[in-house]
């Protein structure tokens, strides 16, 4: 149940139009279902011998302004409060006296009209649709006095919440106001007219968002932004200094034919430009590599190189939500980035998800809760390196190395939801579950190759082989997972990656207990999978199992790469000549 305030002027403007047929002849049968003495005239089902809607609807007019009359110049400009509430389409219909139990529940939880006072604010409640009511108050008591109406829509909310439970609605999260402004109906009946798939301001706020990811300036973020075809100005105080922005998307205008701006903060809080500041005060550590070699040639394995160092740079921030130390909430706007900037640059067949992934995950990014001595630049590094790789070379990465990133971001997103759990943050909890979900429908498109050929080569091991991998897995898996994975199918592609660690110069056993010791299994949708992508990023094997492997360094928790190290572009085939001298793919 969604409660919606406003505030205004005219009682009988709004009057009209909740008596009307609506702005596409959405009302249907408009009545009252409550009011202040529960025998308000209603211009709806007037009983009268001789009814006159309008002559009702005047009446109703007067009997509701009377007191704004009388307090004269004591009234408020603004002297109508009105309260749309509105049930899940999931919900049951309502009763109407059901609706107006809410309607009296809401005006006296919000103090317009507490119960058993008797000067209490003039109300009405009109209902005109299955799903939802419009209250209508005017704000001067019996007694010439404005209402204390302090934080109405919080207690508006919290009163909805607990009719939910009453009633047996569908019970929403409650907020903490650090959610970002919600498209108003204008403007979603204007993107319905315009043949627009949401609302400019949702458009406007992703856009803002994937050009803040991985930006090192100021200077930088502005000019990714012109970059992404949207129209920017900047607004200067009289010294010359930036002190805002404001951005419009083309073709937005207004009936005047002057475009739509849409500053900074309404789109986001976190997106004013005094927040972008803050988050790029402590700049970026510049780890971004050439794109190209030493020759000339582009350097193809750039891209999966990122991702690769990406996803150790996410185990540590997941690490950082599971200790609880003061630097999580940094951690969060990192991954908020990282998600953005792994959305832009990946394969079409799961860039729906992958952005439907860093949707979700933004509302998990806010809260009240602050970083104290927090650094992200780690973080926000990897972000640039995987926007600047794709762009230096027209295209991301496909092969492997998003599949181990996406498996480890799952559990990042989890560790985020557990985090937000722990401090009562509802919504941003379920927004890092949806997250999480999003994130597994894409990594079980992107894994579904490398996979399957990890598998292939698990079949084909020697079968002496095949049972020492198998003997090192059962006894190295916790008690409870060992049903799980000590099935020869199901441990295929993770024998094959031991077998390729060992011929690496790895010993098997002490790699996979440093992989199950990195963090915690219980969430994993599947355990093999995930220690498959740990082994091979520990042991620096190549993410694509085709590839020959490497005997790397010694092994340690924060693997190094070179420059000039193969990676494969794609997981579709294998690659068998240097990828430096593969054209790209169009």
């Not at 809260?367 to 104290?372: D, G, L, Q």
């Not at 292939?456 to 198998?470: K, S």
């Not at 024998?495 to 440093?514: I, Y």
């Not at 990023?537 to 790397?552: F, G, I, T």
Request: proline share 7%; glycine share 6%.
């Amino acid at each position: 149940m969604v409660p919606k305030i406003r505030r205004g002027s005219r009682t009988h403007g709004l009057l009209v139009y909740l008596y009307g047929p609506g702005k596409r002849d959405e009302h249907i049968d408009p009545h009252l279902v409550g009011s202040w003495d529960g025998f308000a005239p209603d211009p709806g089902r007037d009983t009268s011998p001789d009814p006159d809607p309008k002559v009702t609807l005047a009446r109703l007019v007067a009997a509701l302004d009377l007191r704004v009359k009388q307090a004269g110049t004591k009234a408020p400009a603004e002297h109508v409060w009105h309260c749309s509430v509105r049930t899940d389409p999931g919900d049951r219909n309502l009763t109407d006296a059901e609706w107006n139990t809410v309607a009296r529940r809401l005006v006296r939880a919000v103090n317009l009209a507490p119960e058993g006072d008797p000067d209490g604010c003039r109300w009405v409640a009109v209902r005109h649709a299955d799903d939802h009511i419009h209250i209508l108050a005017t704000m001067v008591r019996g007694d010439l006095r404005r209402p204390r109406m302090n934080y109405d829509f919080k207690k508006a909310q919290a009163e909805c919440r607990r009719i939910e439970m009453e009633m047996g609605l569908r019970r929403l999260k409650p907020g903490d106001g650090t959610g970002a402004k919600t498209p108003t109906s204008a403007e979603r009946f204007k993107a319905e007219r315009t043949g627009r798939t949401e609302p400019p301001r949702e458009t406007l706020r992703e856009a803002v968002r994937q050009a803040l990811a991985g930006s090192a300036t100021e200077e930088e973020f502005f000019a990714r932004l012109r970059e992404a075809g949207l129209r920017v100005k900047v607004r200067n105080a009289p010294s010359g200094d930036a002190i805002g922005y404001n951005v419009a998307l083309p073709g937005d205008r207004n009936r005047n034919g002057e475009p739509i701006w849409f500053p900074g903060s309404k789109l986001a809080p976190d997106l004013s430009l005094p927040k972008i500041r803050c988050r790029l005060a402590d700049g970026i550590a510049d780890q971004t590599t050439a794109s190209a070699d030493t020759s000339g040639r582009p350097d193809w394995s750039r891209p999966a190189r990122e991702r690769r160092t990406a996803t150790g740079i996410a185990e540590r921030a997941a690490t950082s939500l599971d200790s609880e130390d003061d630097e999580a909430p940094a951690q969060l706007v990192g991954i908020g980035e990282l998600l953005d900037a792994v959305a832009q640059t990946s394969p079409a067949a799961i860039r729906a998800e992958l952005g439907s992934a860093a949707r979700a995950f933004e509302r998990a990014t806010r809260s009240h809760v602050r970083a104290e001595h927090a650094d992200t630049r780690a973080i926000r590094s990897a972000a640039r390196g995987i926007i600047h790789a794709s762009t230096a070379l027209g295209r991301g990465e496909d092969g492997g190395t998003t599949a181990m990133l996406l498996s480890t971001l799952v559990l990042v997103t989890l560790a985020a939801a557990r985090w937000h759990s722990a401090r009562g943050h509802a919504q941003q909890a379920h927004a890092s579950r949806q997250t999480a979900e999003h994130l597994r429908a894409a990594y079980r498109q992107a894994a579904t190759t490398p996979v399957r050929a990890l598998r292939d080569q698990g079949r084909a091991l020697p079968e002496a082989e095949r049972r020492t991998h198998d003997a090192t897995i059962r006894a190295a898996l916790p008690q409870q997972r060992r049903h799980e994975g000590g099935t020869s199918e199901k441990t295929d592609a993770l024998a094959a990656t031991l077998a390729q660690a060992e011929q690496a110069g790895h010993d098997p056993k002490s790699l996979l207990q440093q992989a199950i010791d990195m963090r915690e299994l219980d969430t994993a949708e599947d355990v093999n999978d995930v220690l498959v992508w740990r082994l091979r990023r520990l042991a620096q094997l190549p993410a694509h199992p085709d590839e020959a492997p490497r005997r790397p360094q010694p092994t340690v928790s924060r693997p190094t790469f070179s420059i000039n190290r193969k990676a494969p572009t794609t997981a579709a085939r294998p690659i068998t000549s240097d990828p430096r001298n593969r054209p790209p793919r169009r």
